[in-house]
């Protein structure tokens, strides 16, 4: 067995081993998926589902590809480890896996947007271990 150093990414994840503790960061995560969505310059959202939603099985709007959708949902469910005040939500879209029409799309992509506005927000508010020393 031979040792490959310090461990960088795990499923994802970036992670940080310091002497007392290991942080693992899901940033990394969060903007393979917006890339991958064409997503990376998105507005953020202060909400993750809108308070006027209507989800129900039938709808007349078209119907989107599957495949996408839920790749999407997926890798929200793996984001709600780090995240949990998007798992509600996230497991209320996940109930609408049969047909998929426009609306649940739009409902993924503002719970992305909202995944995207707390990590803007909590980058714009100073560590609080620089505070101190």
Known sequence: MTDLGLLHYYFGMQVYQYKDYTYLSPSKYISYILQKLRMAECKFAMIPVSLRITVSLSS?????????????????????????????????MTLFMQKIYVEYLNAIKKILRYVVGKRILLSSIPSLFSLGS
């Open 60 to 92: 007349n709007s078209h119907l989107v590809d599957a495949t996408t959708y839920r790749q999407l949902n997926d890798s929200l469910l793996y984001l709600t480890i780090f995240k949990p005040d998007i798992s509600f939500v996230v497991n209320l």
